[in-house]
């Protein structure tokens, strides 16, 4: 069996810079990732796919997992594989701006590439990942990155490994469409230079505006996070509704961890750190 974590993704900063002829967004943002995340197992098997997991049932309406589509793709475009059971432990909330479904179909290509041989930097992994969704790529790199275009091009930025961070999503569903509908059309300029964390908080999400609009929850965890000691930056991931606070050590994120679960029952929080 093969055991692969598909780290949440982070967008510590989203600027979108213009909408495109093609119905996408220019945008350019600041990828991270962190330890928590969905866990994939993979074996070969009778073809079987099953979803578990806290967020198992959030699944059940979708008929075209990403994770049996990436498997497909790899099938169909760069190598045959043997039948396989393949388990998906959901354990991110779903549609919640911090890349699950990305991030479970760029570790079913990974795993694929390891059991056809296949390198993992290959470059038609990626063009699969980036015909999978805007996020795949960045989630089959896997690392600290400025992403451009539509998310798809990568350049690797030191890494800020170990930062602890807590998650928080207040239960609320937005959908990524509508939040980028509401996007006021303003260009306010690229990421600010700097190293990971330093750009971050120097710059934004242009996202954070509208989703709070169609989610007020989300502005209430934003401003609690803020409030925390020890916090160095709190912010919307993606189109939201999970928002994140980066923390100067690891037991103030703990205290505010516990805070939440005491607390909020109604909000998921995951306390985890920076890869």
Sequence with gaps: MIERIARAKLNLALHVRAR??????AIETLFAFVEHGDVLRVAPGAGRFAVTGAFAAGLDAEPDNLVLRA???????????????????KRLPVA???????????????????????EGDDPRL????????????????????LGTGRGERLTEIAAASGTPVLLVNP??????????ARWDGTDR??????????????SRNDLEAPARAIAPAIGEVLV???????VRLARMSGSGATCFALFD???????????VGATQPGWWCAETALT
């Excluded at 701006?97 to 041989?117: K, P, Q, R, T």
């Excluded at 050590?249 to 805070?259: E, F, N, Q, R, V």
Aim: proline share 7%; glycine share 12%; with cysteine.
């Design 20 to 25: 495109r002829s093609d119905g996408y967004h």
């Design 71 to 89: 498997e497909r793709a790899f099938r169909d475009r760069i190598a045959p594989l043997p039948p396989l059971d393949i388990t998906l432990d």
């Design 96 to 118: 919640s701006g911090i890349g699950g479904g990305s991030a479970d179909a760029a570790a079913m290509l990974a795993i694929c590439a390891d059991l056809a041989g296949i």
């Design 126 to 145: 990626f063009a699969l990942a980036d015909a999978l969704g805007s996020d795949v790529p960045a989630c089959l790199f896997g690392r600290n990155a």
């Design 171 to 180: 239960g609320v569903p937005v959908a990524t469409a509508e939040v980028f």
């Design 189 to 202: 300029g690229p990421i600010a230079p700097g190293d990971l964390i330093e750009a971050a908080a120097a």
């Design 224 to 230: 609690w996070l803020a409030s925390q000691p020890g």
């Design 249 to 259: 050590d690891s037991a103030a994120c703990s205290k505010a961890a516990g805070i």
